[in-house]
């Protein structure tokens, strides 16, 4: 049951920010400024934005976006996940054991932040110290989709190494042990915290 409700409640909190996974850029219909109309000033002004100690300039805006919608349920950590010397943003959402899980990671394209991969309510995501990402997708009680990827030096995209699909009422002993291979990794990284609101 807390499990349940642990998922509703992220659930919410997702459809709330969903818009933190979209390109950090300009307004797709800015409105048009004519002769007739000027800009106007709002009348409260907006806050100054938050300088986020030791993660590279080009994530502050993904963390911007995420702060305003909800500080005290995320968090992050920048790591080089593949030992190339481009650091990965990794973002966490507490659940409801307030363990944090994986929510996105993004690395860097020049100065822009490249989104990697998105884990919602239903995955479980662990990254090992060889770099490898390992996903466990359960969109219902009767499917399991495991996959793991790469993030190959200077790559901006991942590399699909692996993809299962299961249903859970014919797993035979090969799948079950696939299934928890792929949930408790050899060697996983161990992630500090960062909650966004620190």
Not at 70 to 86: F, L, P
Not at 161 to 174: P, Q, V
């Amino acid at each position: 049951m807390k499990r349940l409700l642990g998922l509703v409640i992220a659930l919410l909190l997702l459809v709330g920010c969903a818009s933190v996974a979209e390109p950090v850029g300009a307004d797709a219909n800015p409105p048009e400024v004519t002769a007739a109309t000027e800009p106007t000033v709002a009348a409260t002004a907006l806050p100054a934005p938050r300088e986020w100690s030791g993660v590279p300039q080009a994530y502050w805006a993904v963390l911007e976006r995420l702060f305003a919608c909800d500080e005290a349920s995320y968090g992050y950590q920048v790591v080089d996940i593949n030992n190339d010397g481009i650091p990965e943003l990794i973002l966490f959402i507490l659940g409801s054991t307030e363990l944090p899980w994986l929510f996105q990671i993004y690395t860097l394209d020049g100065d822009e932040p490249a989104h990697l991969i998105h884990f919602d309510i239903f995955d479980f995501g662990v990254i090992t110290k060889e770099g490898i990402i390992f996903a466990h997708h359960t969109r219902s009680e009767e499917i399991a989709t495991i996959r793991s990827f790469l993030l190959e030096a200077d790559a901006t995209t991942l590399t699909t190494l692996t993809s299962h699909r299961f249903f859970y009422e014919n797993l035979d002993d090969e799948q079950l042990a696939l299934l928890h291979a792929y949930r408790n990794p050899p060697n996983p990284m161990q992630f500090e915290f960062i909650p966004l609101g620190s």
